[in-house]
């Protein structure tokens, strides 16, 4: 008995050891060369009824609830979501900063499943032929999003997801 409460108490100090020296924030960023011009891509990123189009978080819920306010597009464009899905939850975006054919960071906001506050970056930079884009995002690391972490790192969980967003895009703006 003294032996399992002795292995028990080491594996919660390894865990706390772990928690604290954890990273406090994370980034995890896709890119993509898309053979296109930038102010050809530029218009899915900076307005949020388009990102709907090539964003796989839309796709998992067709029943989400979604309200847009503010400018149709461009520095103060909010979107809102809810989906009963956990796998979609709710929060909202807004875009906070805008450089035309270059960039689009987002502010968002997650409220379900889990509680947070990062930040987006799309980023367009010309490559040869075409533009290289870029997807981040940024945030802080909690308590609960570090043990998650211990299991699915942040960048495998975003990281996947970033990726065939992108792919999408690519796909949508070159058969257009």
């Given amino acids: 008995m003294i032996l399992i409460t002795l292995i028990g108490a080491a594996l919660l ?15 995890v960023e896709r890119k993509i060369v898309i053979n296109a011009a930038a102010d050809k891509i530029f218009p899915y990123l900076h307005d949020l009824r388009k990102t709907g189009l090539w964003v796989p978080y839309e796709k998992l819920d067709p029943n989400m609830v979604r309200n847009y306010s503010g400018p149709a597009s461009g520095v103060g464009a909010k979107y809102e979501w809810d989906s009963k899905l956990k796998s979609a939850g ?12 270059r960039l689009v960071r987002i502010k968002i906001q997650f409220f379900r499943p889990f509680p947070g506050i990062n930040q ?23 308590i609960m999003s570090k043990i998650v972490c211990l299991f699915m790192p942040m960048d495998k969980m975003l990281g996947r997801q970033f990726a065939k967003g992108l792919a999408s895009l690519k796909d949508l703006v070159e058969k257009n």
Wanted: proline share 4%.
């Fill in 90 to 101: 709710a929060g909202t975006q807004e875009i906070i900063a805008v450089e035309e054919n």
């Fill in 13 to 27: 100090v390894g865990l706390a050891v772990l928690l604290v020296t954890a990273p406090s924030r994370f980034r």
């Fill in 120 to 142: 987006i970056e799309y980023k367009l930079t010309p490559q040869n032929d075409g533009t290289a884009a870029s997807w981040s995002m940024t945030g802080a690391m909690n």
